[in-house]
């Protein structure tokens, strides 16, 4: 193996948008049977790179490098004829078509010009039996959740036959078991021959699964080395160029005092007759696999999807807020796990996405009042480090900075129970770790911050508190030293656990 | 015509799913065709047959104009005027030296040209269809007046006792277009116009040619309004530039009735034709039974409107219980 030659490489290639260099002079090869993680910050250039190596950008300078040839004029059609595909993190599937019109598409084979359905039935069932996709193949894409679809991406990479296969975050909306069939089919491939690249912000499946690493910082390469003899906080050095402390905050020695939320026989969507409760002071996590009622459990505490209650007392009130305006008016405010759709307007600049929820309140005699709102702007800004001009449009600023403003909008309404979605999903470490301190200062400050997530050490390390969901119900309530990433994931899973009894 | 692979369990499986999907359309059009028997038991007969679905026959035809450039994320403001152009090119071609195969052709090849040039100006310069469709509506409906500035023409009496006579041709027609539809989805250029509307950027890192599709679909669309015209022409026996008009609107009408949506990639073309002919029962029946003018507009209005509302409140119902 050492002495195969890489399959995929870039040479010294160097690629700028609207003058504003972006990779200078990144070198990545791509050998057979190895597993490559490439990690970087948001903003260090690893889009951009899986965008030159799969043919959908040209490099300024320097050169794509297939089988030892050079690339010459490259296209996304050319990447496929050399057997390149990507798992992009934006799906690339069609809602009303089915399954498996989803995964041929665009490499469908043909009889008489016409779509071969018995071939198509055969190559699918394959690949879907190596992701792991039990639904029927017929289904429309449309009845699946993000996880599943995520999955249907993969299948579609598979179907391809790739040589190389560059995977963009694939697990950030899987589930822990998904995300473990994937790392088994990862060692499937390796074995078999492929050349995988692997970004991940998770930095404990980047060590799980691969062998060498390229680091990108601010366009260059910091780091290409054997993944065998560097730990976590030295990948994390290479990333950010300096010394880190611990990733997350220390939990604060306070005690937490008066109960903000207790329901009692609770139901919303998915969610079917539970009990739960959160004090101020406390940061509360939800985990249990993609879709067992996470979602649904703040939703319906928030007033955005029909909920029920035997029994309900939230922020000294003894009902369930109807709808979201009773909820903020409440002190309750929600930060949606889709930021794109939910939680931002994309086109409109930071400075209009902070101030929306404040827009009423700032208002003197029905009319904007200008000078309040760039206040409290440029106080919010300085607030949660978001940094440049306020005039920029939301959509050009990296995940990480977008949730930071998500977050920020709500401030302003003070409010005293912050309910969160996977708030840090596709978010940079160094991002990460400010919002983390953040949610514990929030905490510190006698708020009562509620968090869904999917990632198991965020739910470990940050929360007083876990609440895992399996199919609607609380499969365990951990505390303290009780919470550890063997009690969620097995809650999570219908294993029984000692000591996860709730 | 082939057969597509009928043998094949996936291909029936993603049919019949579809199917189940319009469940309760054909339903409703079923309860439709019933009532519309009974009250005017002429439509069992042969000539009656015929009668009612060459009344049928031009609107089905533009719905599924409209459901093709709904399909890709577009909407179509110019079917009514390529409707009155068609009729006019048929009008004025077959009494020439063209004959009819002549103006057979004229009509099909001009739709398929304008449609194409529209697709084109859309898919690749990036502008909204329904703006390119309004411009285009100017366009036509004046080379319509142009060519043929009151209604005349000449259509010979054989094609239009062959196609509107007392026999079920349009029917039988219809059910051609239907199966070369069915051939053309089973295609991947034709399985593409659903991922080019509803997902166009997925579509293209999939390596479908998402322009070239879009310009396909707008052909194809081009080409059934100007048949419409064609057969409405056989019908009337002459050419009048103005009288595929009421087609634009009916078009939507009868798509939207038929479940397509409006943000591309969603709804079939059964269901298209269905919506096309509850909107043609509807009318014929409010017609017969003697409805004033305006209470018949009202009334489709309302009509239209529950069709889009009532599934999803019954979504809503679904989602609280």
């Given amino acids: ?46 889009s951009t790179l899986i965008n030159l190596l799969s043919g959908a950008l040209q490099p300024d300078n320097g050169e794509i490098v297939i089988d030892g040839q050079p690339a010459g004029r490259y296209s996304p059609a050319s990447a496929r004829a050399a057997g390149i ?36 039935h055969r190559g699918v069932r394959d690949v879907c039996a190596m992701v792991g996709l039990t639904e029927p193949l017929d289904m429309p894409v449309a009845d699946l959740s993000l996880g599943r679809r995520q999955t249907v991406e993969i299948a579609k990479a598979l179907y391809r036959k790739p040589r190389v296969l560059i995977l963009d975050e694939p697990t950030s909306s899987l589930s822990a078991h998904e995300a473990g069939v994937l790392a088994d089919l990862m060692v499937t491939l390796r074995d078999q021959g492929t050349a995988l690249l692997y970004i991940s912000h998770r930095l404990n499946e980047v060590q799980a699964l691969c062998s060498h690493v390229t680091v990108l910082k601010d366009g260059k390469v910091t780091g290409n080395q054997s993944l065998s003899g560097i730990d976590g906080e030295g990948l994390v050095r290479l990333m950010v160029g300096r010394e880190t402390g611990d990733l997350f905050p220390p939990r604060s020695a306070a005690q937490p005092t008066a109960t903000r939320i207790m329901v009692e026989g609770f139901s919303a969507g998915a969610v079917k007759e539970i009990s739960f409760s959160g004090r101020a002071g406390e940061i509360v996590g939800i985990g249990g696999l993609v879709g067992q009622g996470q979602e649904d459990l703040l939703l319906g505490l928030y007033g955005a999807i029909p909920a029920k209650a035997t029994k309900a007392e939230i922020s000294d009130r003894q009902d369930l807020p109807r709808h979201v305006q009773a909820a903020n008016a409440a002190g309750i405010v929600y930060v949606p796990a889709d930021r794109k759709h939910e939680g931002l307007v994309l086109p409109h600049s930071i400075a209009s996405n902070i101030i929306l929820p404040s827009l009423g309140r700032l208002a003197r005699h029905g009319l904007r009042d200008r000078s309040a709102e760039s206040g409290l702007i440029a106080d919010l800004a300085r607030q949660l480090t978001i940094k440049g001009d306020v005039g920029r449009p939301v959509q050009a600023l990296s995940g990480g900075n977008q949730q930071k403003v998500a977050l920020a909008k709500w401030l ?74 063997e009690a969620i994931v097995g809650a999570a899973m219908g294993v029984e656990q000692a000591g996860a009894a709730a | 015509m082939t057969v597509i692979s009928s043998s094949d369990r996936l291909y029936r499986a993603i049919q019949g799913r579809r199917n189940r999907g319009l469940g309760g359309l054909y339903l409703v059009v079923a309860a439709f065709v019933v009532l519309y028997a009974i009250l005017f038991p002429g439509i069992l007969s042969m000539g009656g047959f015929a009668k009612f679905t060459q009344n049928w026959f031009p609107l089905a035809l533009v719905a599924m104009a409209q459901a093709l450039m709904m399909l890709t994320g577009g909407i179509s403001l110019a079917i009514g005027p390529l409707v009155s152009l068609g009729a006019v090119i048929a009008a004025t071609t077959m009494g020439g030296s063209l004959g009819v195969v002549g103006g057979v052709a004229a009509v099909a090849l001009t739709g398929l040209a304008i449609g194409a040039v529209t697709g084109v100006i859309v898919a690749h310069l990036r502008l909204p269809a329904i703006i390119v469709t309004l ?40 059910g051609l277009i239907l199966l070369m539809w069915k051939a053309f989805l089973a295609t991947p250029l034709g399985l593409g116009i659903y991922a080019a509307g509803d997902n166009p950027v997925g579509a293209f890192r999939s390596g479908i040619p998402v322009e070239r599709t879009k310009v396909v679909a707008f052909a194809v669309s081009g080409l059934l309004a100007c048949l419409a015209g064609l057969f409405v022409a056989a019908q009337t026996g002459s050419g009048d530039p103005i009288i595929g008009t009421p087609f634009t609107l009916n078009s939507i009408a009868a798509a939207v009735l038929g479940g397509v949506g409006f943000l591309g990639g969603k709804g079939t073309m059964r269901g298209a034709i269905c919506g096309s002919l509850l909107l043609s029962v509807m009318i014929n029946v409010m017609f017969f039974l003697g409805f004033p003018p305006v209470a018949q507009y009202v009334a489709q209005g309302l009509i239209i409107v529950s069709a889009v509302a009532v599934p999803e409140l019954i979504h809503a119902w679904r989602a609280k219980r």
């Fill in chain 2, 135 to 174: 411009a285009g509506s100017f366009i036509v409906t004046g080379v319509a007046l142009i060519l043929l500035p009151r209604p005349g023409g000449f259509i010979p009496d054989w094609l239009s006792d062959a196609l509107a006579g007392h026999t079920p041709t349009a029917f039988l027609l219809l």
């Fill in chain 1, 85 to 120: 595909a990507v798992v992009q993190q934006e799906l690339s599937l069609t809602a009303n078509l089915s399954i498996a019109e989803n995964i041929g598409l665009g490499a469908f084979p043909r009889r008489f010009g016409l779509i071969d359905y018995a071939t198509l």
């Fill in chain 1, 1 to 46: 193996m050492t002495d195969a030659k890489p399959l995929l490489e870039a040479r010294q290639v160097f690629r700028g948008f609207f003058g504003n260099p972006v990779l200078k002079g990144v070198d990545i090869a791509l050998y057979p049977g190895r597993v490559h993680a490439l990690l970087g910050e948001n903003g260090a250039g690893k």
């Fill in chain 1, 412 to 485: 302003p309404i003070n409010p005293s129970i912050l309910l969160l979605n996977d708030p840090t999903r596709g978010v940079d470490i160094e991002t990460k770790r400010e919002i983390y301190l953040m949610l514990r200062n929030f905490a510190t400050e006698g708020r009562l911050v509620i968090i869904a997530s999917s990632d198991t050490p965020e739910l470990v390390h940050l929360c007083d508190r876990v609440v895992v969901l399996r199919e609607g119900r609380v499969a365990a309530e951990l505390e303290a030293d009780a919470i550890s990433e």
